[in-house]
T-cell receptor, first 116, second 111 residues
Framework: GAVVSQHPSRVICKSGTSVKIECRSLDFQATTMFWYRQFPKQSLMLMATSNEGSKATYEQGVEKDKFLINHASLTLSTLTVTSAHPEDSSFYIC????????????FGAGTRLSVL | KQEVTQIPAALSVPEGENLVLNCSFTDSAIYNLQWFRQDPGKGLTSLLL?????REQTSGRLNASLDKSSGRSTLYIAASQPGDSATYLC??????????FGSGTRLLVRP
């Protein structure tokens, strides 16, 4: 199956630091990528939809200036948590949808962010 | 707005039992429904995907059914093993290709 690589897998940072997470589709092109957040013992919540070459679409309640998303190529989307605070500590997971129109999302392994 | 509910929230069974996990969704306009497994602190492992035109999918000891009209899906696990212990997530893909997840069922299979 298609492979999505997410990096880094773990980040520990001080409050006020900005953190960038990368999501790459390794063997397919993805015009659309999705970013999810998962708090402990809760389910995944969609944060935003990332479209190659255009602005991301954010879900209600997600601050676009806080969570910057860039999808500059068909194989790479990045999520930057700006000026991270302890309440941003969470598990962030990306997924990619194959451009051919297949209605399947392939998931990265996730990034655990801990803000001290 | 699509909402996905999973019952039970947690389940503890002895090894060898057959078990059923339930998932319900409020809007039947879906592309597909998918069952995932998530181990503690890890990412998602896709188990079964059922397209909206399908009724069920099987993989090994797992069988998932879909009744789109009633907004329900079940995941059947046969002859459960301790290695099956994990959180099982159900997700539906809506018309904009977004996945909406349920809150999951935490399964513990006791040796």
């Amino acid at each position: 199956g298609a492979v999505v690589s997410q990096h880094p897998s773990r980040v520990i940072c001080k409050s006020g630091t900005s953190v960038k997470i990368e999501c790459r589709s390794l063997d397919f092109q993805a015009t659309t990528m999705f970013w999810y957040r998962q708090f402990p013992k809760q389910s995944l919540m969609l944060m935003a939809t990332s479209n190659e070459g255009s602005k991301a679409t954010y879900e209600q309640g997600v601050e676009k200036d806080k969570f910057l998303i860039n999808h500059a190529s068909l194989t790479l989307s990045t999520l930057t948590v700006t000026s991270a605070h302890p309440e941003d500590s969470s598990f962030y997971i990306c997924s990619a949808r194959v451009s051919s129109g297949e209605n399947i999302q392939y998931f990265g392994a996730g990034t655990r962010l801990s803000v001290l | 707005k699509q909402e996905v509910t999973q019952i039970p929230a947690a389940l503890s069974v002895p090894e060898g039992e057959n078990l059923v996990l339930n998932c319900s969704f409020t809007d039947s306009a879906i592309y597909n429904l998918q069952w995932f497994r998530q181990d503690p602190g890890k990412g998602l492992t896709s188990l079964l995907l059922i397209q909206s035109s399908q009724r069920e999918q099987t993989s090994g000891r797992l069988n998932a059914s879909l009744d789109k009209s009633s907004g329900r899906s079940t995941l059947y696990i046969a002859a459960s093993q301790p290695g099956d212990s994990a959180t099982y997530l159900c997700a539906v893909m809506d018309s904009s290709y977004k996945l909406i997840f349920g809150s999951g069922t935490r399964l513990l299979v006791r040796p």
